[in-house]
């Protein structure tokens, strides 16, 4: 099980087997990033404290990288 700590995002360069770029977040750091995701129109999924965030472009994953980097949010790469 992977634990998330509030205020990070995972993110890693692998699509998944429907060619999404996927990246984890609790949902407090979701509602710290909720306007940047609403507005790229990424896909993203509530599971309990989980949120994936999906996306087909990895430009619209670096951006809201971009934008954790400002809001002091975390970000941890997985490298595949």
């Known amino acids: ?23 984890l977040m609790s949902v407090a750091t979701f509602e710290k990033l ?7 129109g990424v896909q993203f999924e ?6 994936f965030i999906k996306s087909k472009s990895w ?3 670096q951006k809201i990288v971009n934008i954790c980097h400002e809001r002091g949010i975390r970000v941890l790469e997985r490298k595949e």
């Open 34 to 40: 909720k306007d940047v995701i609403s507005r790229l």
């Open 46 to 51: 509530i599971v309990g404290n989980l949120v």
């Open 1 to 23: 099980m992977v634990k998330i700590g509030d205020y990070e995002i995972h993110i890693g360069r692998k699509r998944d087997p429907q060619g999404y770029y996927v990246a």
């Open 59 to 61: 430009m619209n994953i």
